[in-house]
């Protein structure tokens, strides 16, 4: 896949007539496989990002990692993303997944605060030097032409703000943007987005800056635009289960905010969107097993599948009524006609609901 440079370039974007800045989706392991990235595209995120893979890794040919950078060719342009601590990893690392030719950028994780990330120096512990983040950055320049990027915090916890030291590293050695999570490693994924710290940062920048963190709807995105100025948005909880907000805040940043579509979505819309997921993800599974047959554990491609569709199930169907009880019916799911069943009878008890609530507001009104 050949994707031009000058999507880096973000401002430019907007001249050549797409009206809201990039949409991206955010790296999230566990989630955003190419099944979730491919669903994404097709609902306008401009660019996602690969689970999080170790540079080590991938340098001593561990399919494990590998199948972590796994496409489709029809998913969009996608990064690698790849967290570590040893410059030298990450150069190996990134030439060889130049070489696939599948990506269109290399994104270095210096923000993920999970203990068994932050034990060994990699992730959010690089906030506590930044110098090291530039020589990482200057390595993987040496060896390969994709653009790198780097995604980090604003620091490790409100007293320590390593943001703008990062930044200053990584421009000097060439990086071609920061995305920052307005948030503290201190934090995790929940809590306040410190918008004027990512403001001024943004100020500072002389590269893209991707703002991320809490942006769940058209409102937060305007909030965190008008506030920071950002090139691009990077979204993460707020898309899982959820791909139709690229599409949302596509027409709500365009629109005035009257027009802008309801969020609301069928119950048509969302068996369609879990049938796609689950079907890409079959096809997903049945690729790796193909293709890795030793790095697999001993399940069909269709229950892996099921497996790996748990942690999207209840995303899907967030705001439902009546979904609480499926709960402990969802690691019990071996096939598709399991789930698809179990979604049929969450919908229609949706449905039931809203059917008996429309009842009583005709008798209330009648
Ligand atoms: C389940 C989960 C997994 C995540 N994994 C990663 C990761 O591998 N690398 C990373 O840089 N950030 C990771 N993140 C952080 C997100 O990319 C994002 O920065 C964070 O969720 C804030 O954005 P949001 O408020 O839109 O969710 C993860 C977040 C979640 C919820």
């Given amino acids: 896949m050949n994707v031009e440079r000058s999507a880096w370039r973000v401002p430019r974007l907007r001249a050549v007539g797409v009206a809201h800045p990039p949409l991206l989706l955010a790296p999230m392991a566990g989630y955003t496989n190419a099944p979730t990235r491919r669903i994404a595209h097709r609902f306008g995120a401009a660019w996602s990002y690969t689970e999080m893979a170790h540079a080590t890794g991938l340098i001593h040919a561990s399919d494990r990692t590998w199948q972590l950078l796994e496409t489709f060719a029809d998913e969009g342009p996608v990064v690698a993303h790849l967290y570590g601590t040893d410059p030298a990893a990450f150069a190996e690392a990134a030439r060889r997944i130049a070489a696939s ?57 409100p007293g320590h ?152 199930f209840f995303n899907y169907l967030r705001g439902l009524r009546g979904v609480a009880q499926a709960r402990g019916q969802l690691n019990a799911l071996q096939t598709l006609g399991q789930v698809y069943a179990l979604v049929d009878t969450c919908l229609a008890r949706e449905a039931e609901f809203r059917a008996r609530r429309r009842q009583v507001t005709k008798v209330e009104t009648g």
Wanted: charged fraction near 20%; include cysteine.
């Fill in 101 to 157: 030719g599948r990506f269109m950028g290399i994104d270095i994780n210096a923000g993920c605060p999970a203990p068994k990330i932050t034990r060994s120096g990699a992730g959010a512990t690089l906030l506590r030097a930044p110098a090291h983040v530039g020589r990482i950055v200057a390595a993987i320049r040496a060896v390969c032409d994709l653009p790198v990027t780097v995604k980090t915090r604003l620091g490790l916890h």
């Fill in 161 to 312: 703000l390593a943001c703008f030291d990062l930044l200053q590293a990584v421009q000097d050695h060439g990086a071609a943007a920061l995305a920052i999570h307005g948030r503290y490693a201190s934090q995790g994924h929940a809590g306040p987005v410190d918008l004027a710290q990512v403001a001024a940062l943004r100020e500072r920048a002389s590269i893209p800056i991707i703002g991320n963190g809490g942006i769940r709807d058209v409102a937060a995105a305007r909030r965190f635009l008008d506030a920071t100025g950002v090139g691009a948005l990077m979204l993460g909880q707020g898309a899982i289960g959820n791909p139709w907000i690229f599409q949302e805040l596509a027409a709500g940043l365009t629109e005035s905010p009257a027009e802008a579509p309801c969020p609301q979505r069928s119950l048509d819309e969302r068996r369609a969107a879990i049938h796609e997921h689950l079907a890409a993800e079959v096809e997903f599974q049945e690729r790796l097993a193909r293709k890795y047959p030793h790095a697999r554990d001993k399940l069909t491609p269709e229950y892996a599948a099921v497996i790996g569709f748990r942690v999207h």
